[in-house]
Structure formats: structure tokens, C-alpha cells
């Protein structure tokens, strides 16, 4: 038996991320710094982590309904109001996953198969591509460019569609680049796509990290409001990404169709968490505008250390990251990642890893103490001083 050929093709042919091999030169080395992972540095807020806690020590350790805990839902459907002007009933229209990540890939699962096409606007999150290959769908990269802001223009988005067009991707706040879609500008979006028998898949987990001005969801929109399908979770907000808990939001024939696929693949998001997560929306504000505040001050480190050294970087206005342009170093990204971190024990991700638009940037996370964030910004000017 030849094992290789017994593995679907699209799964076999579909290269795997392309940011574990950093992490791997990562654990062989010591005093690195590593500015590659997407993920908070602080704890869970203790009020959080008590619920979790008490919880457990209440025997609550059963199997949830499949689309969660009612009382779960209906603190979803309070705060998406209070927060975005989002109605979504806890009765069908909200069903909780094991991370956002399981919600994009049930959406795509249950919109998609071969034939069909989903544009993926790039640079963007890994998971979207991966997970559209495995449907059988085809993905179409659509690339964003800085002179935009790196955001999705209509005209962009337009040239993409085809008649095969089933789904499009929006994300924003935007993982790598941390750039934002403001009301005007997702107003010319859905324009382009009212008129069509087109869904949208909307990220938008890094919805509380935006700085200056407030989120805006396409889903607001009436228009748009049951052709989109939200995503969201408590990963970054609340700093609880080992706890894998996410969302979803949308019509509830698509919230059923989802949840299909996950009660027999899942059957529940983990029950400890879910009852953490009630408690994060009931009280949790507090802490996400003390983490949101601390974001924002290192945002402003990584930025101005950039310039200084002479780096062009765009000023992102959500998530925890920067996208800064390594083209003047003559180096490719995979180049300047590899040698940046051989050289300076510094980690950062290719701008490849996202698209191959990502060519000639970097992914920087602030998700990293101030002191740090100073620290890399120092190796990294020492490293581009030989490119001067």
C-alpha cells in the first residue's frame, strides 16, 4: 500500500504553515526574543480564571448543548447589542465553537465544496486559505496593498468575482497588518456585494482591539445582515487563548447547517470555558480596556522604533501587530526573518506566511512586555546596520 496516495490530494498537496519553522529555530536557542506569536502576553483576568475555577469545583464538567450553554448565548446576543448594534437571537442564531478557528472552518465546511470559489483578501490569517483547500473549494488571493492601507477596495474586490464566487473573507481588524475597515469604508463593500448571491465570512476577533475609533461590523448593514456570517472569540480580548472558546453569528439556516457538521465532528465547545466566558462578558470590560490601553502604548514603541531606524511602516489602528516593509535591506522576508533571528535572536514571521503579497514585509507582535519590545527594536537596528 502507498500510504501518500491514500491521503487526499488537496490535503497532501497544501503546504503546511508557514511559520512553524521559525518557531521550531526559535526552541534551539536561548535569550531569544520572540516577536512571532499572535497571542497575548497577559493572564486571563483572575475573575475569569475563578469562574473556570468554581465551575469545575461544582461538578460542571458534563457535555453543553451542542450549540452551548443557553445562558452562554444569551450573554453573546447582550453583547454583541451592547456593543456593536448587532441582534442575533440566543435561540438559533449563535452557536459556540472551540476557538474562532473552528468557526471559520465549519462556515467554510458548510458553504463550499469543489467548484465553488472563496476570495481571500491578503496578507491575512494562515487558517483561511488551509482551510478553504480542504473543502475542495479554490481559494483566490486578492492583495492588499500598503498604498490602501492595506484595506479591501471595492475595485479590488470586484475584479475578483466570478460567477463561481460563493464566499469572501473580510477580516479586519486585519492579522498581519493591523489594519481596520472603517463604516465608509465597508459601505463601499457592500455595495459590490448586495446585489449578489454571495456570503461573507466576517473575522472579527480582534474586534475590542482597535485604537482611536470604535469596530464596525459589515453585519451591521441590514443588507448584509443575513448574507454575513460573524466570527468572534475570546482569545485576544480577554487573553484566553489556551481556553479555545469561540462564536458565531448568523442566519439561523446557517447557524443550523454549522452546527450539523459540529455535533458530529465536536459535539460541544469545552464546558469549563464556556463558563468562564460568561462571566468575561458580564465583567469583563474593565480588563480589556486596562490590556487594550497597555496595546496601544506598545504600538506606539514598536512604531516609532521602526522609523527611527528607518524602517517604513504603516500606522495600523487595530489588533497587535505591525507589518513594516524590509524591502530597503534588499533581503527577502524568509531571508530577513531567518538571518534577523540566527544573528539577533529575534523572531518575526515572513511576510510570505500570509500571501505571497506579503513579499518584502515582516509580522511584528506587541504582545510582548514594553521592556522587550525595546530590547528587539535595539538587536533589530543593530542587524539593519549593515544593510546601510
Not at 522604533?305 to 533581503?331: D, H, Q, V
Request: hydrophobic share 40%.
Amino acid at each position: 500500500m502507498n500510504i501518500q496516495q491514500m491521503i487526499r490530494k488537496n490535503v497532501r498537496d497544501c503546504p503546511p504553515s508557514g511559520i512553524r519553522k521559525y518557531f521550531d529555530l526559535l526552541n534551539e536557542m536561548e535569550d531569544a526574543i520572540s516577536l512571532g506569536v499572535g497571542e497575548p502576553d497577559f493572564q486571563t483576568p483572575w475573575n475569569i480564571r475563578e469562574a473556570g475555577i468554581y465551575s469545575l469545583e461544582r461538578g460542571l464538567t458534563k457535555y453543553s448543548a451542542n450549540a452551548g450553554y443557553i445562558e452562554l448565548r444569551q450573554e453573546i446576543s447582550n453583547y454583541v447589542k451592547r456593543k456593536y448594534n448587532l441582534s442575533y437571537s440566543f435561540d438559533g442564531e449563535i452557536l459556540v465553537t472551540v476557538g474562532g478557528s473552528e468557526g471559520i472552518d465549519l462556515a467554510l465546511r458548510a458553504l463550499t465544496g469543489p467548484g465553488d470559489e472563496v476570495i481571500i483578501p491578503e496578507p491575512s490569517f494562515v487558517a483561511y486559505k488551509g482551510c478553504t483547500i480542504f473543502t475542495g473549494a479554490d481559494p483566490v488571493p486578492l492583495s492588499l496593498r500598503q498604498e490602501d492601507r492595506f484595506k479591501l477596495t471595492p475595485e479590488l474586490l470586484e475584479s475578483a468575482i466570478t460567477p463561481k464566487t460563493k464566499v469572501v473573507i473580510i477580516a479586519f481588524p486585519n492579522n498581519p497588518t493591523g489594519a481596520i475597515m472603517t463604516r465608509e469604508d465597508l459601505a463601499k463593500i457592500v455595495d459590490v456585494l448586495k446585489d449578489k448571491d454571495i456570503m461573507v465570512i466576517s473575522d472579527e476577533i480582534y474586534a475590542e482591539l482597535t485604537y482611536g475609533r470604535e469596530h464596525v461590523s459589515i453585519a451591521e448593514f441590514p443588507e448584509m445582515r443575513d448574507r454575513t456570517i460573524v466570527v468572534n472569540g475570546f482569545s485576544k480580548a480577554y487573553s484566553m487563548t489556551g481556553w479555545r472558546l469561540g462564536y458565531v453569528l448568523a442566519h439561523k439556516d446557517i447557524i443550523k447547517a454549522m452546527n450539523k457538521i459540529h455535533q458530529y465532528a465536536i459535539m460541544c465547545a469545552p464546558t469549563t470555558s464556556q463558563k468562564a466566558a460568561v462571566e468575561a462578558l458580564k465583567n469583563g470590560d474593565d480588563s480589556i480596556r486596562v490590556m487594550r490601553d497597555e496595546y496601544n502604548q506598545r504600538r506606539r514603541i514598536m512604531l516609532n522604533g521602526y522609523r527611527k531606524m528607518g524602517l517604513e511602516c504603516f500606522e495600523p489602528e487595530g489588533a497587535f501587530y505591525l507589518f513594516p516593509c524590509i524591502k530597503s535591506t534588499g533581503l527577502s522576508s524568509d531571508e530577513f526573518a531567518e538571518r534577523l533571528l540566527k544573528e539577533q535572536r529575534v523572531l518575526v514571521v515572513p511576510g510570505t506566511a500570509f500571501g505571497d503579497c506579503g513579499e518584502g514585509f515582516v509580522r511584528t507582535c506587541y504582545a510582548e512586555s514594553a521592556e522587550k519590545l525595546k530590547e528587539a527594536l535595539r538587536r533589530m537596528s543593530v542587524f539593519l546596520e549593515q544593510f546601510r
